[in-house]
C-alpha cells in the first residue's frame, strides 16, 4: 500500500514550506513586542530626565530666593552676635557654635562605632541566626523617624533611665562646671546628649553603608592576601579598608549631611531657642540653627524672614564645609585597587 502523495501547492499544514527553504515567521508578534519595550525603554527615560529637571529648576529656584532674601542682612555682625528680640540686632553665635559642638561630638562617636560594627558584621562574624537578626534590626532602625530618636535619646541620655533620679540636686556632677572637664549624670539636655542622640539617627546610615562598600571590594584580593600569610585581621586593615575607603566616606558625608539639618530630636531633647552664651564643655545648653531658623521663619515680622534665610545660608556654608573636610579625607585615604 503507497501513502498519500504530499499536497500538490507546494505547502505544509504545519511547517509552511517543503522546498528546503528557510521558514517564514508565523506572525509579526514577536517584532511588536520588540518596538513595545523599546517604546516603553524610552518613555520611563524621559520621565526620569523630565523629573531630575523639575527636581533640579526647583532646587535652583529655591536657594535663589534665599540668597535674593538673605544677602542684604549676612554680615560678620550677624554672625558673631547672639539673638535678640530684635530683627536688627540679631545673630547666631550660639546656633552656630552649637551645632558645630553637637555635629562633631555626633560624627566622632558615630562614624567609629558605625565603621567597626560593619567591619565585625561583614568580615568577622559567622552567618548565623543571631547576626541575621541584627542585620534585619539594623535595616529597620535605617527607617525610623527621626523623632523618635529624639524620645529614646530624652530617656537614655538626658534622663538615664530616671537612676539618678528626677531633680537636678540629684545631679552627680564632677569638676568645675564652668571648666572643660565637668561631667553631670545624668546628661541632661546638654550639648552631649544632643550629639549622642544624633549619633542614634544617622547610626543605621553608617553601618549599612559601610557593609555596601566592604561587599563591593573583589573578594580575590581578600584570598589573595590570605594566601600570602596574612592574617584576617592585616587583610581588612591593610587591603579591605583602603579600598572600601570611597564608599565609606560617601556614606559618613550623606550621614553627617543628614546629622546637620535634623531638629525633632533636639527639639524633644530639650534644645533651646533663645541662648546667650556658646557651649563651654559637654554639659553646656546648646541650641541648633535648624531650630533656630524654624523659630524666626515661624514669626509674622518680614524682618526676621529675612534674617532665617541668612541663618539658611550659613548653615549651607557649614554643610559645605563638613562635606569638603570629608572629601579630602577620602581623597588622602584612597588606595587604588591595583
Same mark, same amino acid.
Not at 500500500?1 to 522546498?19: E, F, I, K, L
Not at 535634623?262 to 541650641?287: H, K, Q, R, Y
Given at each position: 500500500m503507497s501513502s498519500a502523495p504530499p499536497p500538490s501547492n507546494g505547502t505544509s499544514g504545519v511547517s509552511g514550506r517543503t522546498d528546503g527553504g528557510p521558514v517564514p515567521l508565523a506572525s509579526s508578534a514577536p517584532y511588536r513586542s520588540v518596538a513595545r519595550r523599546v517604546f516603553v525603554n524610552r518613555a520611563f527615560l524621559w520621565a526620569c530626565l523630565i523629573t531630575t529637571n523639575i527636581a533640579? +529648576? +526647583?532646587?535652583? +529656584?529655591?536657594?535663589?530666593?534665599?540668597?535674593?532674601?538673605g544677602w542684604d542682612t549676612l554680615s560678620w555682625k550677624f554672625i558673631t552676635s547672639f539673638a535678640s528680640r530684635k530683627p536688627a540686632d540679631a545673630g547666631i553665635l550660639a546656633p552656630l557654635?552649637?551645632?558645630l559642638w553637637v555635629c562633631t561630638i555626633c560624627g566622632l562617636v558615630a562614624l567609629p562605632l558605625g565603621i567597626g560594627t560593619a567591619i565585625?558584621? %561583614? %568580615?568577622f562574624s559567622k552567618r548565623s541566626r543571631f547576626t541575621r537578626i541584627v542585620q534585619t534590626n539594623i535595616m529597620n532602625l535605617a527607617g525610623v523617624p527621626s523623632i523618635v530618636y529624639g524620645?529614646?535619646?530624652?530617656?537614655?541620655?538626658?534622663?538615664m533611665f530616671g537612676a539618678f533620679g528626677t531633680n537636678v540636686d540629684d545631679a552627680i556632677a564632677v569638676g568645675n562646671g564652668e571648666g572643660l572637664l565637668y561631667l553631670r549624670l545624668p546628661f541632661g539636655s546638654s550639648v552631649l546628649a544632643g550629639g549622642l542622640t544624633l549619633m542614634l539617627v544617622i547610626l543605621p546610615v553608617v553601618i549599612i553603608s559601610t557593609q %555596601?562598600?566592604?561587599r563591593a571590594v573583589p573578594s580575590s584580593l581578600r584570598a589573595g592576601a590570605l594566601a600570602l600569610g596574612a592574617t584576617p585581621w592585616q587583610t581588612v586593615w591593610g587591603i579591605t579598608l583602603p579600598a572600601a575607603i570611597p564608599g565609606i566616606m560617601t556614606g559618613a558625608i550623606l550621614s553627617m549631611s543628614r546629622a546637620i539639618g535634623e531638629s525633632a530630636p533636639l527639639l524633644v531633647l530639650?534644645?533651646?531657642?533663645? +541662648?546667650f552664651n556658646t557651649p563651654t564643655n559637654l554639659m553646656s545648653d546648646f541650641a541648633i540653627l535648624p531650630l533656630q531658623i524654624y523659630n524666626w521663619a515661624g514669626r509674622p515680622q518680614d524682618a526676621?524672614?529675612?534674617i532665617a534665610a541668612s541663618a539658611i545660608i550659613v548653615q549651607l556654608g557649614v554643610l559645605f564645609l563638613f562635606n569638603g573636610i570629608a572629601v579630602l579625607i577620602r581623597q588622602k585615604l584612597q588606595k587604588p585597587l591595583q
Amino acid at each position: 500500500m503507497s501513502s498519500a502523495p504530499p499536497p500538490s501547492n507546494g505547502t505544509s499544514g504545519v511547517s509552511g514550506r517543503t522546498d528546503g527553504g528557510p521558514v517564514p515567521l508565523a506572525s509579526s508578534a514577536p517584532y511588536r513586542s520588540v518596538a513595545r519595550r523599546v517604546f516603553v525603554n524610552r518613555a520611563f527615560l524621559w520621565a526620569c530626565l523630565i523629573t531630575t529637571n523639575i527636581a533640579v +529648576v +526647583v532646587l535652583a +529656584v529655591l536657594l535663589i530666593s534665599i540668597f535674593w532674601q538673605g544677602w542684604d542682612t549676612l554680615s560678620w555682625k550677624f554672625i558673631t552676635s547672639f539673638a535678640s528680640r530684635k530683627p536688627a540686632d540679631a545673630g547666631i553665635l550660639a546656633p552656630l557654635m552649637g551645632s558645630l559642638w553637637v555635629c562633631t561630638i555626633c560624627g566622632l562617636v558615630a562614624l567609629p562605632l558605625g565603621i567597626g560594627t560593619a567591619i565585625y558584621l %561583614e %568580615e568577622f562574624s559567622k552567618r548565623s541566626r543571631f547576626t541575621r537578626i541584627v542585620q534585619t534590626n539594623i535595616m529597620n532602625l535605617a527607617g525610623v523617624p527621626s523623632i523618635v530618636y529624639g524620645i529614646l535619646g530624652l530617656t537614655a541620655f538626658a534622663r538615664m533611665f530616671g537612676a539618678f533620679g528626677t531633680n537636678v540636686d540629684d545631679a552627680i556632677a564632677v569638676g568645675n562646671g564652668e571648666g572643660l572637664l565637668y561631667l553631670r549624670l545624668p546628661f541632661g539636655s546638654s550639648v552631649l546628649a544632643g550629639g549622642l542622640t544624633l549619633m542614634l539617627v544617622i547610626l543605621p546610615v553608617v553601618i549599612i553603608s559601610t557593609q %555596601e562598600a566592604l561587599r563591593a571590594v573583589p573578594s580575590s584580593l581578600r584570598a589573595g592576601a590570605l594566601a600570602l600569610g596574612a592574617t584576617p585581621w592585616q587583610t581588612v586593615w591593610g587591603i579591605t579598608l583602603p579600598a572600601a575607603i570611597p564608599g565609606i566616606m560617601t556614606g559618613a558625608i550623606l550621614s553627617m549631611s543628614r546629622a546637620i539639618g535634623e531638629s525633632a530630636p533636639l527639639l524633644v531633647l530639650g534644645g533651646l531657642l533663645l +541662648v546667650f552664651n556658646t557651649p563651654t564643655n559637654l554639659m553646656s545648653d546648646f541650641a541648633i540653627l535648624p531650630l533656630q531658623i524654624y523659630n524666626w521663619a515661624g514669626r509674622p515680622q518680614d524682618a526676621f524672614h529675612a534674617i532665617a534665610a541668612s541663618a539658611i545660608i550659613v548653615q549651607l556654608g557649614v554643610l559645605f564645609l563638613f562635606n569638603g573636610i570629608a572629601v579630602l579625607i577620602r581623597q588622602k585615604l584612597q588606595k587604588p585597587l591595583q
